[in-house]
């Protein structure tokens, strides 16, 4: 059995190529092909009906349908018919392209799956996540995680946060909050606010008693504030009036090297680090702002060169990481890489993230 899959975007009939042959859309009903080969069981059918959506590229089939497409809203409005023909015709020439400014949104606001498929991945995914971290120590049963799964996405969907893009995303998210409600921290520290996303996942995550203090260098873009959270527009380190040695979670996703924040971590004995971004010496060049050393790059230290360079969007960037003195890190605390979730979610971790947690017995911990 074969099949041949062609996917194609729904709306694009902007495009230069859609646009280049300047033809209203014609919706074909063909006879054809003569042979159809049935996805399911291998079933041969003849003759079956095949609407082909020529300016948007799909062929639609039996096997589902697509409200839009069924409405016809698939074609793009004649507006959009227009820009894809200035675009294509006109300024495709000149390098140039009409962009329609909206907010863009991240796939998990807009495509996700609905009923019986959600209790399945719950279940899969709350198994995984519990075995995944077992191995670590950290024990939680899956009929529980289960429960958080579904009232992360009840969060989730209530979020006040109008562009997640930026933050973290939905898989490092949902651990996030996963691991959250089993450690059930009562004193958190987070550095990297932005529009104050992973602050809601935190205010929803951690008991009602808890206290964050939310560090960020600048508060312009934040949409949501915790009533748990005090809130400071400096670093961390710049905030020696406040002891920040009985905090027993961290969430840090500043872009600021890993290695000056575990630092900060283990003088101050913080138990669990949420450290996203956590990039190897492979990865570097794929993140704007590297938290160069990461996490990783601590604890590879031996095995990692030390002097390195990337290039991001065309500039050269170089690292230099020689003299670190990682010994105290690597001893107290053990790196735990979250885990890509894209097998249950269908979406792929945005950032690589890394749980730190403080070794039981560390400086009589
Ligand atoms: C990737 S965004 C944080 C995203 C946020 N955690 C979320 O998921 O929605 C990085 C943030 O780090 C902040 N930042 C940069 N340098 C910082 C520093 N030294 N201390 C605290 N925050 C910093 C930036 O202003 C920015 O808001």
């Known amino acids: 059995m074969w099949c041949i899959w062609t ?19 014609v919706s074909t009903r063909l006879m054809t092909p003569k042979i159809a080969v049935s996805a399911r069981g291998g079933t041969i059918s003849w003759g079956v009906a095949v609407k082909k959506l020529r ?13 839009a497409v069924a409405a016809g809203k698939a074609q793009g409005s004649p507006i959009s018919k227009l820009f894809g023909w200035v675009n294509g015709a006109v300024l495709a020439r000149l390098g140039l392209q009409l962009v329609r400014r909206r907010t863009p949104k991240r796939i998990e ?3 996700f799956a609905l009923g019986d498929t959600i209790s399945l991945r719950n279940q899969a995914l709350s198994a995984f996540l519990s075995t995944y971290f077992k191995k670590y120590d950290i024990a939680f049963d899956s009929t529980a995680a289960e429960a958080w799964i579904q009232e992360f996405d009840a969060v989730l969907k209530r979020s006040p946060i109008s562009d997640l893009n930026g933050g973290m995303g939905y ?31 935190l205010d929803a995550g951690t008991p009602k008693t808890a206290r964050i203090l939310c560090y960020d260098i600048n508060f312009d873009l934040l949409e949501f504030k915790s009533s748990k959270a005090t809130y400071f527009e400096k670093d961390v380190l710049e905030n020696s009036d406040v002891d920040h040695s009985d905090f027993d979670f961290a969430l840090f996703d500043d872009h600021v090297s890993h290695y000056d924040r575990l630092l900060f971590a283990d003088a101050n004995k913080v138990k669990n680090l949420i450290m996203d971004d956590d990039v190897s010496v492979l990865q570097a060049h794929a993140d704007g702002w590297p938290p160069v050393p990461s996490t990783s790059m601590v604890f590879d230290y031996e095995a990692i060169p030390h002097q390195f360079e990337w290039v991001i969007n065309g500039s050269n960037a170089r690292a230099d990481i020689r003299d670190l003195d990682v010994t105290s890190i690597v001893q107290n605390y053990i790196r735990i890489p979250y885990p890509e979730l894209f097998d249950f979610t269908g979406y792929h971790n945005t950032s690589v993230t890394s749980l730190v947690q403080r070794r039981e017995g560390a400086d009589g911990a």
């Open 171 to 201: 898989n490092n998210g949902l651990i996030s909050y996963v691991l959250c409600r089993t450690l059930a921290p009562e004193a958190v520290i987070e550095s990297g606010v932005w529009r104050g996303f992973t602050t809601y996942l």
């Open 7 to 25: 996917s194609g975007r729904l709306s694009n009939a902007g495009s230069a190529h859609g646009q280049a042959r300047a033809r209203s859309e």
């Open 55 to 67: 300016d948007s590229h799909i062929t639609e089939t039996p096997y589902w349908t697509h409200d």
């Open 109 to 111: 606001q807009t495509s």
